[in-house]
């Protein structure tokens, strides 16, 4: 039997691993800061195996730094004892839905979802702080002091004296946002499937920042855009000193852009040609494309004649210049006798040569939906209407500077597909949410989302807080059950309305768990048992789920055998029983159900003979089942 660890994943030892595999020859060991004996990494020879020249030193080299780089990256890889407990109080039809929402600080949380949402969301989209001096900045407990900072950086000699002026701005507010955000998209990374992708909404303030720090951790080659949202309505816009700036950036990248599939946005039936002739009834409205294109790449089987109505002979060439038609001479023929030719005059009274390019059928007149690829300037969706809307939904005005919720459905529907996970970890009013019930409503798709907000305290002075709502947390999940109401009045769709709610919190265990070591100094209560008191079995459940890597939203039960409680997740995907000294009868009854994984506690179990028994009997009625223990 294993115990489990009931932490966060060792990335930094995952990561150790992966390399031991390519270079063994790399590894040493070093103690912690326990003083026990680590496996880790000689450097300066694995600088060595991943470079053709003799290697001394540091080299400068093209690279994003600031002061607590290294930092950031150590705290992204190292593991937390924290879990996730559920509020089913908070909750809309928790046994059926499969959609999340988690209070608590996104960092902790991201790390708690890698092992059960590792390579399956399939789009991410976040609201960071803009770092503009007015919003939350997350305070990280890694963070260095003004002076520690100022002395890492080089701005203070021996003496304790300033070098030069630095303001926040300029600086270490760069350098606290740049370290708030590194782990935080170093994780949610990890947790994109290969096809998945990002979007990231950012202003002037941090933009170069955020796309370099994408640049590193997604790869350059995998930058998709940064599309340009023109958010103010209007005179609006007064972000500068001597333009009106009307805009921010949303900067997507790709896991693997190989792997990535943008969706066109439809053409317009609107002002195209409706000429009464056979062809229009049967395949309905068309555009014209000229048929000759100096973009082409020249070739002389495509530069050949064309004859106009009156007899003339029509030449690809464009301005006087080489060019050649985009069809061949046979195809030619072939469309001038199904209608997908047309030729006329210009307002020079010149013949020009067109394609057909008809808007519902291909060339066999197969039906098929046209598309193009969308544009990189996005005009609609004001955050002025977005506050409006908010503010009618709730009768009052409870969350400043919400994006609307139709750029995010917009968004979605360029990237997602009926049954994608779609994940937001700065949630703010839970925008991203609403825009997934809004798009399901409409395509009757089974999108799930997993919304993520640190419980940010409303000021007591603000509409919100008068209002009832005294977190942002609070917002969030009022806003889903508002919208969920509304969508389904208007739209009669029968989708997923509901949320499951968890929030972080510690582990369920003691420290006796973690450090057994330490057991000489506790007292005997401590001893008697390395669970808190205040658990309850639905809380252990869901901290071995997550070690497990299985899904938040998946169905759970609980039935009661010879009064014992057993815990069943998605059928026999896991099966658990916390309670004390169960008895064999339970167990065979447990077993039979063949479960994949199943879980006690050590004081399910009597006496070392007990155990035995426990793994005796598996081995005998399922001997494929991994057997876990508290």
């Known amino acids: 039997m294993n115990h489990l660890k009931m932490k966060s994943t060792d990335l930094t030892q995952v990561n150790i691993n992966k390399i031991a595999e390519l270079f063994p020859n790399v590894i040493t060991e070093a103690r912690d800061e326990q003083g026990k004996i680590k496996r880790a990494i000689d450097f300066d020879l694995l600088r060595q195996e991943l470079s053709d020249y003799l290697v001394e030193g540091e080299k400068e080299r093209y690279q994003l730094t600031w002061p607590g780089k290294k930092e950031a990256i150590l705290h992204a890889n190292v593991p937390i004892d924290k879990t996730l407990l559920p509020v089913k109080q908070d909750s809309v039809n928790w046994d059926i839905t499969q959609n999340i929402y988690i209070e608590g600080d996104n960092f902790k949380v991201l ?13 991410i989209y976040i609201d960071p702080p803009y770092n503009t001096g007015k919003d939350f900045i997350y305070i990280d407990d890694y963070k260095v002091p003004l002076e520690e900072y100022l002395e890492d950086s080089g701005q203070i000699d021996d003496d304790r004296n300033r070098l030069f002026q630095n303001t926040e701005s300029n600086g270490r507010f760069h350098s606290d946002w740049l370290s708030e955000m590194y782990p935080r998209i170093k994780i949610a990374r990890d947790l994109l499937r290969e096809d998945g992708l990002i979007f990231i909404s950012i202003d002037d303030n941090e933009m170069t920042n955020m796309k370099k720090l994408c640049d590193e951790l997604f790869g350059a080659s995998n930058f998709v855009a940064n599309l340009i949202w023109a958010n103010k309505e209007g005179g609006g816009g007064s972000d500068s000193k001597y333009f009106r700036v009307k805009h921010e ?32 009834k049967r395949r309905g409205k068309y555009y014209l494309q000229k048929l000759n294109q100096a973009s082409i790449q020249y070739s002389s089987s495509l530069d050949y004649p064309i004859s106009a109505p009156d007899g003339t002979l029509l030449y690809p060439a464009i301005g006087g210049k080489q060019a050649c038609w985009r069809w061949s001479e046979a195809k030619v023929k ?13 307002s020079q009274g010149d013949w020009q040569v067109y394609s ?8 066999n007149d197969k039906p098929i939906v046209r ?6 300037l996005i005009e609609e969706y004001s955050s002025t209407q977005a506050s409006k809307k908010l503010e009618s939904l709730f009768n009052a005005k409870v969350f400043d500077y919400s994006k609307p919720h139709e750029l995010i459905h917009y968004l979605l529907s360029l990237a997602t597909e009926e049954n994608d996970i779609v994940l937001d970890f700065f949630s703010g009013s839970a925008t991203t949410a609403h825009a997934v019930m809004q798009l399901n409503a409409e395509d009757q798709g089974n999108r799930r989302f997993i919304m993520v907000q640190l419980p940010e305290k409303t000021t007591e002075t603000s509409e919100a807080y008068k209002a009832g709502y005294v977190t942002i947390c609070e917002i969030g999940k009022e806003r ?14 029968n989708i997923d309305y509901g949320f499951r709610v968890y929030r972080l919190d510690s582990s369920n265990m003691k420290d006796i768990y973690y450090t057994p070591d330490r057991l000489g100094q506790m007292n005997l209560d401590d001893m008697a048992s390395n669970i808190k008191e205040d658990r309850t079995g639905e809380d252990l459940l869901i901290q071995v789920m997550l070690e497990c890597g299985l899904e938040l939203s998946l169905p759970m039960e609980s039935k009661v055998i010879e009064g014992k409680t057993v815990h069943y997740v ?18 065979k009854k447990i077993a039979e159900d063949q479960p994949l994984r199943v879980v006690f506690r050590d004081s399910s179990f009597r006496d070392d003979s007990a155990r035995i028994n426990v793994e005796e009997l598996f081995k005998l009625l399922s001997p494929s089942t991994e057997i876990q223990v508290l």
């Open 111 to 123: 790390k708690l979802l890698q092992e059960s949402y590792l390579n399956k969301v399939k789009c």
């Open 249 to 280: 950036y949303i900067l997507c990248y790709a896991k693997s852009i190989e792997s990535l599939v943008i969706k066109g946005v439809g053409i317009s039936n609107e002002d195209r040609y409706t000429m009464q002739d056979e062809y229009v």
């Open 334 to 346: 072939w469309g001038q006798e199904n209608g997908f030719i047309v030729m006329k005059k210009d």
């Open 356 to 363: 057909k390019q008809y808007m519902n059928v291909d060339n």
């Open 371 to 376: 598309t193009n690829r969308p544009l990189g």
């Open 480 to 493: 889903i059950r508002r919208a969920a109401k509304k969508i389904k009045e208007e739209t009669g769709a």
């Open 570 to 587: 998605a059928g026999n995907s896991l099966i658990a029983c916390f309670d004390d000294e169960v008895s064999e009868s339970v167990i």
